[in-house]
């Protein structure tokens, strides 16, 4: 083997390995090594023996289990589906709210920074969807194999061999009760509104702005702390992406069963105690709501305006708006936990000896 | 014509896939070396390409059916491969399960043959 011959089959070698997972290399470039050099002895050249070994991407890809992906195809569909809906749901909300804001600030739709946006928010929302749909991958995949490493004292029976189960119709889970099913359409909605919120609260926290009239003038007014808002706004993008998480993880499991009764009791919990962080750790009204309305509205205040000014107490209404998520989240997970504990637990076959 | 070649090319890789391992554990009751396995079963009518035998030994030595040892004494290193005594356990099986199918193919085609 001249050194032309030995570069060529380096370059071989190394266009399979480069596929391969780290701890192989070695390894398998040893054992092309010899396999090169024992065929080079009987072919005529070592484009020859090349050749007959064939595309080196071929070649790697036998060498791998191909159970490596990110996402599966059990999930494949799903994920497409949601992504779609995902993508289009911030577009069309990211658009809109550069639209409204131009139009606000009396300008042009500022055009850059609306094609920015978009791109952020879609590789944003693109990243997110993913990496839930590749952690419940993970997740499936562990809980698959600790499901084949469960032993149990009827592996002794007619079913054992060798530590491997044999699928059996006991192993065949209960058609889930009508009432357990979780809505595909419910978590759909609520998928959506989570990225509508999410995407105005990131690119345009000014669409909650009050706005007043005084005279013929509109005059908007910041009533969230947006000097802060770097503080505040990852709390709540946090708080929403576990709320997506929650979903995502209905929308696959269909029906109400232990494990998305202890996502929603983990999802909700964590939720709310973000929430109890941005709303009553951080100042998260404006505070300076009260001065600048007075100041806006002047001597043509009436009354009621007088008096809603005189009681404006941002701690109340982050109270109240804390017990009205309280309230909301604790039906939810009252939810999962009736509907798990009456309808999704799985049954027994009738006459069984599990 | 092309695509009638294409699919007779498919399913008769599909048929072969199948007797692959079987192929090999029956090579392996002395330790061999990758190429000299390819030259015996090329001379023996079953050819094997080593871009699909070489994944294939791999495989089967992390299922824990053969073992593999480096022999470095020669002018240059080899691996070479060795049934293990599961390896022969299922060899056994698998060859008479093979018998069993053979004789039942046999059967159906003598059928058809009339």
Sequence with gaps: ?354 | MGEERNLLENLSMELRRGTLVLSVLSQMKEKKYGYSLVQSLEEKGVAIDPNTLYPLLRRLEKQGLLESMWETGGSKPRKYYRRTAYGDEIYQKLRTQWEELAAGMEKLLEEERG
């Design chain 1, 1 to 354: 083997m001249n050194s032309r011959e030995k570069e060529l089959m380096e370059r071989y070698i190394y266009q399979v390995v480069r596929h391969l997972p780290r701890e192989q290399r070695q390894e398998v470039s040893m054992e092309l090594q010899e396999l090169i050099g024992d065929m080079r002895e009987t072919e005529p050249s070592m484009e020859a023996v090349l050749t007959k070994l064939g595309d080196p991407r071929e070649f790697a890809r036998k060498y791998q289990d191909g159970s490596r992906c990110l996402i599966g195809p059990e999930y494949f569909d799903t994920y497409i589906w949601l992504l779609k809906i995902v993508l289009v749901c911030t577009a069309v909300t990211v658009l809109i709210a550069s639209a409204v804001q131009g139009f606000r600030e009396g300008s042009v739709m500022n055009a850059a920074g609306g094609v920015g946006n978009l791109f952020s928010s879609c590789i944003g929302a693109f990243g997110m969807v993913t990496l839930l749909f590749a952690l419940m991958e993970r997740g499936k995949i562990q809980l698959d194999k600790k499901q084949e490493t469960q032993w149990r004292v009827q592996d002794l029976g007619d079913n054992f061999a060798g530590g491997k189960k044999f699928w059996t119709p006991d192993y065949l889970s209960p058609i889930p009760h009508k009432k357990a099913l979780i809505s595909r359409g419910d978590c759909i909605v609520s998928i959506v509104f989570t990225v509508i919120f999410g995407i105005l609260l990131i690119f345009a926290p000014s669409f909650f702005d009050g706005v007043f009239k005084n005279g013929e003038e509109f005059f908007p007014l910041q009533i969230l702390n947006l000097a802060q808002w770097d503080q505040i706004l990852p709390l709540f993008v946090l708080s929403l992406a576990i709320g997506l998480a929650d979903d995502i993880f209905r929308l696959i499991a269909g029906y109400y069963n232990k494990a998305v009764m202890a996502s929603s009791i983990v999802c909700g919990s964590l939720q709310l105690i973000l929430t109890f962080l941005a709303l009553k750790v951080f100042p998260f009204w404006n505070p300076d709501f009260g001065e600048r309305l007075k100041e806006l509205l002047g001597d043509q205040m009436s009354p009621a305006a007088s008096l809603f000014l005189e009681k404006w107490d941002g701690d109340l209404v982050s109270d109240a708006l804390l017990v009205f998520f309280a309230l909301v989240t604790a039906a939810e997970i009252g939810t999962a936990v009736y509907k798990t504990l009456r309808y999704g637990v799985q049954a027994e076959v009738p006459g069984s000896h599990r």
